[in-house]
Nanobody, 127 residues
Framework: QVQLVESGGGLVQAGGSLRLSCAASGRTLSSSTMGWFRQAPGKEREFVAVSTWSSGNTYYADSVKGRFTISRDNAKNTVYLQMNSLKPEDTAVYYC????????????????????WGKGTLVTVSS
């Protein structure tokens, strides 16, 4: 079992930056695929970014590519999402997620999500 706790959300003006953190317990991150998803009011959850555990490769949604960066510190059992050049349409609850087992592919995670989820942290971007 994995417990995930997000932090770092808040209110920021458009063009600003935030860094989200996700602290994991119950399972070492080094053997888990880690990702970030978000859900805006009235919309379905959507994939944001994923980091493989074996190679450290990262993949992003087209809407955040070049602005967001996912990274991980396996020693601290923490995964981060650095968000730059924020836009009002980035406003959402951001969820950290983890998945064990073999790598399933960016598109698979984008469509089906992951096994473990945090409770989310709210990011609000004002115009």
């Amino acid at each position: 079992q994995v417990q995930l706790v997000e932090s770092g959300g808040g209110l920021v003006q458009a063009g600003g930056s935030l860094r989200l953190s996700c602290a994991a317990s119950g399972r070492t991150l080094s053997s888990s695929t880690m990702g970030w998803f978000r859900q805006a009011p009235g919309k379905e959850r959507e994939f944001v970014a994923v980091s493989t555990w074996s190679s450290g490769n990262t993949y992003y949604a087209d809407s955040v590519k070049g602005r967001f960066t996912i990274s991980r510190d396996n020693a601290k059992n923490t995964v981060y999402l650095q968000m730059n050049s924020l836009k009002p349409e980035d406003t959402a609850v951001y969820y950290c997620a983890a998945d064990g087992g073999s790598w399933k592919g960016r598109d698979w995670y984008a469509r089906y999500g992951m096994n473990y989820w945090g409770k989310g942290t709210l990011v609000t971007v004002s115009s």
